[in-house]
């Protein structure tokens, strides 16, 4: 029923600033007690939480990401932004975005997006 669906750019230059957008459908962002999430994987790698953005509209980051990451979102719009600045070739990987789901235990992704290839290259 929940739908999430990334979008943006998928070639970035180094440097420059990362920017994608999750839609989401079936479901509001503004829901208790749900979590919107960024998270990615880097080829060959497991997947990396990078950040997420409450139904409240409470931010957290990852630790080895906050300095240059922001997440926001638009309420009318039902989507939620990701923001990854100063981006690097190491940043190249399919970006995720989730939902997270606090009601129960333990804290569990409940619906995903299909996944997005962001190329960071000159």
């Known amino acids: 029923q929940v739908q999430l669906q990334e979008s943006g750019p998928g070639l970035v230059k180094p440097s420059q600033t990362l920017s994608l957008t999750c839609t989401v459908s079936?479901?509001?962002?503004?829901?208790?007690?749900?979590?919107w999430s960024w998270i990615r994987q880097p080829p060959g790698k497991g997947l990396e939480w990078m950040g997420a953005?409450?139904?409240?509209?409470?931010?957290y980051y990852s630790p080895s990401l906050k300095s240059r990451t922001s997440i926001s979102r638009d309420t009318s719009k039902n989507q939620f932004t990701l923001q990854l600045s100063s981006v690097t070739p190491e940043d190249t990987a399919v970006y995720y975005c989730a939902r997270a789901s606090f009601i129960g235990s333990p804290y569990e992704y409940d619906y995903w997006g299909q996944g997005t290839q962001v190329t960071v290259s000159s």
């Open positions: 953005i409450a139904y409240s509209g409470s931010t």
């Open positions: 079936g479901g509001s962002i503004t829901t208790n007690y749900y979590y």
